[in-house]
């Protein structure tokens, strides 16, 4: 139990150590993976409407809780880095009429109960979970404060493709005189839940824990815990014309999830 408790704040330092890198690489319009993937198929399975209340979980520097203002929702938005939560404050300075930010660790059921004086229509959370060392809080909290009918959405590294230890495999081939490319990944690991070191974003100043489950896990959890799943999407990139190395397309990145309040 001591060891958990120290992989967990091990994990937050890191994030906490790793913010400012985050929020110069982002930016205030985030990276083609989250503009061209995330964005689009998130608010898809969001189906927003104007004026409802929303929950935008680790938020980071705040690009998506300014989406989701544009939009007309009403936002509570937390995370549990200090200094992320300093940048989305400055980002977003035009929006702060509809955005509430807090410094929250989802992990702690203590700290959670700062977000339940609310109602809120919907929940979201853009590549964060596979971050999180324990999500039973953030979702016991989920089925307290969302609506009847509410819903979760989220977004994670697909845990089919992207396990831990995966190799991305770029290979050329001579067919009938033509030179095929194929794009592939080598997987050893995927049943076993299991935490592991790597690395977001080039110049990060730390290497941050990501926790791999396998699907499964995530069904069966939220199941357990009052939810029911009702909506998949697997986005992958649009392929290059004349594209020769790695990239994702016929192979999803990312998942991404909705999961509605019985």
Same mark, same amino acid.
């Given at each position: 139990? =001591?060891?958990?408790?120290?992989? /967990?704040?091990?994990?937050?330092? =890191?994030?906490?150590?790793?913010?400012?890198?985050?929020? @110069?690489?982002?930016?205030?319009?985030?990276?083609?993976?989250?503009?061209?993937?995330? =964005?689009?198929?998130?608010?898809?399975?969001?189906?927003?409407?104007?004026?409802?209340? #929303?929950?935008?979980?680790?938020?980071?520097?705040?690009?998506?809780?300014?989406?989701?203002?544009?939009?007309?929702?009403?936002?509570?938005?937390?995370?549990?880095?200090?200094?992320? #939560?300093?940048?989305?404050?400055?980002?977003?300075?035009?929006?702060?009429?509809?955005?509430?930010?807090?410094?929250? @660790?989802?992990?702690?059921?203590?700290?959670?109960?700062?977000?339940?004086?609310?109602?809120?229509?919907?929940?979201?959370?853009?590549?964060?979970?596979? @971050?999180?060392?324990?999500?039973?809080?953030?979702?016991?909290?989920?089925?307290?404060?969302?609506?009847?009918?509410?819903?979760?959405?989220?977004? /994670?590294?697909?845990p089919c493709f992207q396990t831990p230890g995966v190799k991305q495999i770029n290979e050329s081939e001579d067919v009938d005189g033509k030179i095929v490319t194929r794009n592939s990944i080598q997987t050893f690991k995927y049943l076993k839940p299991e935490?592991?070191?790597?690395?977001?974003?080039?110049?990060?100043?730390? +290497?941050?824990?990501? &926790?791999?489950? +396998?699907?499964?896990?995530?069904?069966?959890? &939220?199941?357990?815990?009052?939810?029911?799943? @009702?909506?998949?999407?697997?986005?992958?990139?649009?392929?290059?014309?004349?594209?020769?190395?790695?990239?994702?397309?016929?192979? +999803? +990145?990312?998942?991404?999830?909705?999961?509605?309040?019985?």
């Open positions: 139990m =001591r060891e958990w408790k120290e992989l /967990i704040e091990d994990s937050q330092a =890191r994030w906490e150590t790793n913010a400012g890198n985050w929020d @110069d690489y982002m930016g205030g319009e985030s990276n083609r993976f989250h503009r061209e993937l995330i =964005r689009p198929y998130t608010e898809k399975l969001l189906a927003l409407k104007k004026g409802q209340t #929303i929950l935008d979980i680790a938020c980071g520097n705040g690009n998506f809780s300014r989406r989701l203002a544009e939009l007309g929702a009403k936002v509570v938005a937390f995370d549990y880095s200090a200094t992320m #939560i300093e940048r989305a404050k400055k980002r977003s300075k035009e929006y702060l009429n509809q955005i509430d930010y807090k410094v929250i @660790d989802a992990t702690s059921l203590d700290e959670l109960s700062a977000v339940a004086k609310l109602q809120y229509d919907s929940a979201v959370a853009n590549m964060a979970l596979m @971050d999180i060392a324990d999500i039973i809080p953030l979702i016991k909290t989920l089925y307290q404060v969302l609506k009847p009918d509410g819903t979760f959405v989220f977004s /994670i590294t697909h935490a592991y070191e790597a690395i977001g974003i080039k110049g990060q100043n730390v +290497p941050h824990y990501m &926790f791999h489950r +396998p699907l499964n896990a995530y069904i069966k959890l &939220f199941s357990e815990l009052g939810f029911v799943l @009702d909506g998949l999407e697997e986005p992958s990139f649009q392929e290059e014309t004349g594209a020769t190395k790695f990239d994702w397309y016929e192979i +999803p +990145p990312v998942a991404i999830f909705r999961f509605r309040r019985l």
